[in-house]
């Protein structure tokens, strides 16, 4: 099977355990690159074609005002094709309850019909939230897999975890 794991992340200004704090990669990006080496998958950055703001607050603030408007603000790029991959593990840092609007992008350009999608989210207490419902929602025709919450400030010693998250879907669950 071929995957992709494509993720959202945020490096900068971040909150973590209770305060802001400047992280040089961002979590999911870490997560991300876990998973990539059990796997073998080939990587996708999404990002934003214009950042948010590097104050936390301030990308707090956009974040919320581009989920409630339902906006949908550009990439920086897309991919040609997600034809060739079976499996996508889909990680992003829970946005208000949910995914940033820019994941949501990425996955209404896509037919992700008969892919399994395998959620994963940094969170600071949040957990998935509705992400899971969300993306079933938007890829009614993908098989999504029970997603893995990572606490973001702890993204560092979840190697266990991930790898256990990976092995159970890879071993059909036994």
């Not at 993720?7 to 961002?26: A, C, H, W």
């Not at 609007?101 to 892919?115: A, I, N, W």
Request: with cysteine; proline share 4%; aromatic share 10%.
């Amino acid at each position: 099977m071929k995957t992709l794991i494509a993720y959202f992340s945020r490096k900068g200004n971040n909150y973590v355990n209770g305060t802001i704090r400047s992280l040089s990669v961002g979590n999911t990006k870490a997560a991300a690159e876990m998973i990539a080496k059990l796997t073998c998958g080939d990587q996708f950055e999404i990002e934003p074609a214009i950042p948010y703001s590097e104050d936390y607050d301030e990308c707090t603030r956009q974040a919320l005002k581009d989920l409630k408007s339902g906006a949908r603000p550009k990439l920086r790029r897309k991919l040609d094709s997600i034809a060739e991959y079976d499996v996508i593990y889909l990680g992003y840092p829970n946005y208000w309850g949910t995914m940033p609007v820019h994941v949501f992008l990425f996955l209404e350009s896509y037919d992700f019909s008969g892919k399994i999608i395998m959620p994963f989210c940094t969170h600071e207490g949040s957990g998935m939230a509705n992400s899971e419902i969300d993306i079933r929602r938007i890829c009614p025709g993908a098989k999504v897999e029970k997603g893995l919450a990572i606490h973001g400030a702890d993204v560092q010693r979840a190697g266990k975890a991930i790898e256990k998250w990976v092995w159970m879907f890879q071993n059909g669950g036994r």
